[in-house]
């Protein structure tokens, strides 16, 4: 199986990975059944699996599937707590969209907007 890269994206980066599994770091604003929102900077609606265990006000971590919508179908998350610098984790997004060539496998295509 060949490796794939999964980028670190925010709310503003999500229109390049349509169809594409990305990372979110973010905080929880909402919980509703079986969707959340949460702010990466900017808000993003979630579809959650059974696994996902999020509590309001948390920061989290999500892998998922970007939809046509612009929501993320959640794959995997983890609860990261009340401590999370979030200036630091939106910076390391803007990092690695500066220099994917760091941050994306050899051979991977890039996405759309590079």
């Known amino acids: 199986m060949e490796a794939v890269s999964t980028p670190r994206v925010t709310c503003a980066y999500l229109n390049m990975y349509v169809g594409r599994n990305v990372m979110v770091v973010g905080k929880v604003q909402q919980l509703r059944g079986e969707e959340a929102v949460i702010d990466a900077d900017g808000n993003i609606t979630v579809h959650l699996n059974r696994d996902a265990h999020l509590a309001p ?11 046509p919508d612009l929501s993320v179908k959640v794959l995997s998350s983890m609860d990261l707590g009340n401590s999370v610098d979030y200036t630091l984790a939106n910076k390391f997004v803007e990092i690695e969209h500066q220099y994917p060539n760091l ?6 295509q890039k996405p759309q907007g590079f």
């Open 103 to 108: 941050f994306i496998y050899p051979g991977e």
């Open 57 to 67: 006000g948390s920061g989290v971590q999500i892998i998922g599937k970007v939809n």
